[in-house]
């Protein structure tokens, strides 16, 4: 189990995210986001991140010229994107690729066969947001995408009920954004700490030897 902790904005939250064990830290480029921070910040805090883990950029219906300058700008080492792009637009990029989706009800899993990635990322759908919303949806839908490629499970996951996600989607890794924050865009120490005790209390925590997410 490897953990993705996001929507981070200072480098004292991404120390305390790496310090904690997690295996990625999440930067969201996306202006509209509350968490929004600018590649020139993050070009700050990458510098200071053990190789160990991995720095992953955070798009929404970004163009390829606009991903390849602010991973360059950022020095982050991965994209995850959300939106309409199509399997062909996320191909030869020299640094790994994965897509968001966002599962409502009616949510097709094998819209995943259409994409050749590393990774794909499931969050809750809510209209017009794009993460961060604290809200979880049937995580056995996140079992059922695992035939198309490692899942990394997202939205509304806490220490009270990671154990439950884990448990009924069998991720490859999860993502963390609001369940460990004290205030939108500012990390919870607290809440960290208790994120990261669950998983080591299930017995899921890679060593930190292999924490980078890919």
Not at 140 to 146: D, L, P, Q
Not at 175 to 187: F, H, L, P, Q, T
Request: charged content about 20%; proline content about 4%.
């Amino acid at each position: 189990m490897k953990v993705k902790i996001c929507g981070l904005t200072c480098l004292e939250d991404a120390m305390l995210a790496v310090e904690a064990g997690a295996s990625a830290l999440g930067f969201i480029f996306h202006p509209a986001s509350k968490r929004y921070i600018t590649p020139a910040e993050v070009g700050k805090i990458t510098p200071m991140i053990p190789s160990t883990v991995t720095t992953v950029g955070v798009f929404v219906d970004a163009l390829r010229e606009e991903i390849l300058r602010t991973v360059r700008d950022s020095g982050v080492q991965s994209a995850q994107v959300h939106g309409q792009q199509r399997a062909e637009d996320l191909q030869s990029y020299p640094f790994p690729v994965y897509k968001g989706f966002r599962v409502s009800p009616s949510f097709d899993v094998s819209v995943l066969s259409r994409y050749s990635l590393p990774l794909f990322l499931l969050d809750t759908f809510v209209e017009g947001v794009h993460g961060g919303t604290g809200r979880t949806f049937d995580w056995t839908v996140a079992a059922r995408a695992a035939r198309y490629g490692r899942i990394m499970l997202a939205g509304g996951i806490t220490s009270g009920n990671v154990l439950v996600a884990i448990e009924q989607a069998r991720p490859y890794a999860v993502d963390v954004n609001s369940g460990v924050e004290a205030e939108v865009g500012r990390k919870d120490r607290a809440k960290i700490k208790a994120l990261f005790a669950a998983i080591r209390a299930a017995g899921a925590e890679e060593g930190k030897e292999n924490r980078c997410l890919f």
